[in-house]
């Protein structure tokens, strides 16, 4: 039976030289696919990426808080507006649909005294398209019924620079706690969390940082705030304790994060990456992850202990707009790995299936194309992916190989009233063999509106 220890020996020799990855396809999915290695993104710089400030629509509204506080004056207004559409035939189940149109409005003060500041954000997601029979889309509540509520709703006290300290009610984009924002509205939480960054990773290198304690969480199809224990399926009321750092100079970046959730379950991941230039176009990437899940304390989540672990290696090529990937991962024998607050940050994670059940070893090849050179805004990836050993935890027993392929377009307009303006249209097959097999097809329109 593999070990931690058989794993940690290899994560600790794939760090020597490794790289980015693709960002998870939930989290990232305001992410277009990359055009070169260079813009890959691994799960452990999403909590740290920028998204890109765009002008507001309507200036004269900016012009009228001109004279006023930096408080005011410097505040964001952020309409944004999102319908989904989802549907799945599985080979066990009932069919899942439904079309949804909803989003969110967002509001970031300015500094108060450069020290103080507050952010809110309201979502919604209503029912177009819902069939009473095909419940489960997670794009609505259970029932297919409609809701709204204030997700966000936190304060920000700035420390020093890039570092501040965030209260109450807020998003996360780490690899275990994350948005998972493949639906209509994302995961949000309720939680205290310091994060910021140090250093300049082009000379002396850079270290950022993220740390707090988060209490509840709402998930995305529903308006109300559980434990985080208990959304993990424990019967008792425990928050989650969080610490991460990711230490990136030049080509090299390193970094592990900790999630421990008294009597319910600790995680630990780590990353590592490494990138080249090969000169002309031409650029090159390898990464290294490593995951280990265990049960702790009264063992709530269980009622018994357990431990399991999943390695991953990718190797990223890309050339001229084109980025083809290689990837593998491999998961112990003694239980599937879970991620109960947000999408899998593992190198083999699908848009069906994550591939980290127990015992599966699976492998992945998988290409992206931006069609800027022909059609600005354009981008489109496809990938083929196989998971085999896969055994039943409870008997040991062989369990059946499954396949995979996804196929993902997407159109960012250009027009310059149509800024913000994206279309994603996704589809993913899993065959499992024996003529069993699922079909999965998602739409997504997100339009941007800035308006302050």
Known sequence: MRTCLTWTGLVLALLIGCSNIWAQSEVALELPPPASVEEMVTPLELPFLMKPLRSAIVPWLKDKLADTTPFLRESKLNLHVRSAYFFEDPFDKDKKEAWALGGWLEYQSGWLADRLGFSSTLYTSQPLYAPEDRDGTLLLEPGQDGFTVLGEAYGRIKIHEQNEFRFFRQTYNTPYLNKNDGREIPNTFEGYTFRGAFGDEKSSGSLKYVAGYVTKIKERNEDQFV??????????????????????????????????????????????????????????????????????????????????????????????????????????????????????????????????????????????????????????????????????????????????????????????????????????????????????????????????
């Open 227 to 452: 434990w985080m224990s208990n959304d993990a399926g424990a019967e008792v009321e425990r928050g989650t304790v969080m610490a991460g750092a990711l230490f990136t100079r030049g080509p090299w970046s390193l970094g592990s994060i900790e999630y421990y959730t008294e009597d319910t379950l600790n995680i630990f991941y780590a990353e590592a990456r490494r990138r080249w230039k090969l000169g002309g176009d031409w650029g090159l990437a390898l990464n290294a992850q490593f995951s280990d899940q265990q049960s702790v304390g009264d063992n709530s989540l269980t009622g018994s202990s357990f431990h399991t672990a999943q390695g991953g290696a990718s190797l990223d090529l890309s050339y001229r707009n084109a980025v083809v990937t290689a990837a593998f991962t491999s998961t112990d024998a003694d239980r599937d790995m879970i991620s109960p607050w947000s999408s899998y940050p593992g190198v083999t994670s699908c848009q069906v299936r994550d591939f980290n059940r127990a015992g599966e070893d699976a492998w992945m090849l998988k290409a992206s194309y931006d069609f800027k050179r022909f059609v600005e805004g354009l981008s489109a990836y496809a990938l083929y992916t196989v998971g085999t050993g896969r055994k039943d935890p409870s008997t040991g027993g062989d369990q059946p190989d499954e396949q995979e392929i996804d196929a993902d377009l997407q159109y960012r307009f250009q027009a310059p009233h149509l800024q913000g303006l994206a279309l994603r249209l996704r589809y993913g097959t899993v065959d499992a063999g024996g003529g069993d097999r699922i079909h999965q097809v998602r739409a997504v329109l997100n339009y941007d509106l800035p308006l302050l």
